[in-house]
């Protein structure tokens, strides 16, 4: 870490509406990737209605789950 860059503090920035960039969605379908503003409206009511989940960590065979 650069120590110059440590003490400092960090800068805000706002933007307004006008300067700001969308920002496009990128899903998985079909083994290939594609943004989801390409879908048509029974596609975006799908991804809509996708269920997320948080991965928890994996068992990786040299210690027990609760030695992580």
Same mark, same amino acid.
């Given at each position: 870490? %650069? #120590? *110059?860059? /440590?003490? @400092?503090?960090?800068?805000? /920035? *706002?933007?307004? =509406? =006008?300067? +700001? !960039?969308? %920002?496009? /969605?990128?899903?998985? /379908?079909?083994?290939?990737? +594609? #943004?989801?503003?390409?879908?048509?409206?029974?596609? !975006?009511? @799908?991804?809509?209605? +996708?269920? $997320?989940?948080?991965?928890?960590?994996?068992?990786?065979?040299? +210690?027990? #789950?609760?030695? $992580?």
């Amino acid at each position: 870490m %650069c #120590p *110059e860059i /440590v003490n @400092e503090s960090p800068i805000e /920035v *706002e933007l307004s =509406d =006008d300067e +700001r !960039q969308p %920002c496009e /969605v990128w899903t998985r /379908v079909m083994g290939y990737h +594609r #943004p989801t503003s390409s879908f048509n409206i029974g596609k !975006q009511g @799908e991804h809509l209605e +996708r269920k $997320h989940f948080i991965e928890t960590k994996s068992f990786d065979g040299d +210690r027990s #789950p609760s030695d $992580h």
